[in-house]
């Protein structure tokens, strides 16, 4: 028995979760309806019943510890259990809940108060939620992958057709837009690649991104060599794709124009972050530009497409003409949430 104060009976009375008080045996001494409700138990039933009668038998060795490890607790800790339990009604029914355990002291000796809240409907949503949701990823990670693929398509038939092409000039123009084709399947391939849909990883993709032209150039032969320098940054599918692009140009034109002349040089990527700002500089130590030459009025289309891209990132772009040629990109990534 417990003997309390009506305020105390009708707190859990009023109580919106099922509480139950329990005493050093592990025996129910007092019940609020929303209990008795929970477990499909008539007014009155659930008082004498020992605990481990609300508890499916399979999980009943584990449960007597939760409660007798807090009335034997020296300091009395209020418990909260985080993890899901099986309750067990009157007909054998299960749901699952979640429990807190607080004990307290009387003149009879210490108790626990047990609310018990039931949760099976929010964990059935939960699980509909992750299937959805996992279908969905699935599902997106397949348009990725298909995009890339017709990206690859267009590419390779860009480079056949450029194969057939005798005017020099408009075979470079060919090349060119198999670079910016190729530029955003990579996007996409690193996104079919990535556990997270909406972020690109792109200092991966920039390494990607650079190697591949190099390659495509042909620096091994002439003597460029890449220098890589990129942290961590990570940028959502509608920064990346502009972004790429513009490295794409830039590097394009450095491996183009650079170096004519001369046997070799240096091609340096960074990246870097401070706070939400990110920086892409694009940088050789080539002949330069000309002295009245101004990127910003060129007719050129890469050079045309950079600033393009530069005022849809609302990016500002920064030219050094020392020691060869540098672009610096800055602008703002917002942080993932």
Known sequence: MIHTSPDFRLAIEAAPNGMLVVNRDGVIVLANRRAESLFGYESGELTGQRIETLVPERFREAHPTLARSVLHDGEARPRTVERDLHG????????IVAIGLNPFETPEGRFVLSSVDDITERRRVEAQLRASLREKEVLLKEVHHRVKNN????????????????????RAMFEQSRGRVQSIALVHEQLYRASDLTHVPFDDYLRSLSTSLGSAHGIAFEGVQLDLDLAPVRLAIDLAVPCGLMVTELITNALRHAFVGREGGLVRVALATAGDTVQVTVADDGVGLPADFDPRASSTLGLDLVFTFAEQLDADVRVEREGGTSFHITFRSPPEC
């Open 88 to 95: 067990r009604r009157k007909d054998g029914g299960e749901l």
């Open 151 to 170: 990206l690859q398509v267009i590419s390779s038939l860009l480079n056949l057709q450029a194969l057939h092409l005798d005017d020099a000039t408009v």
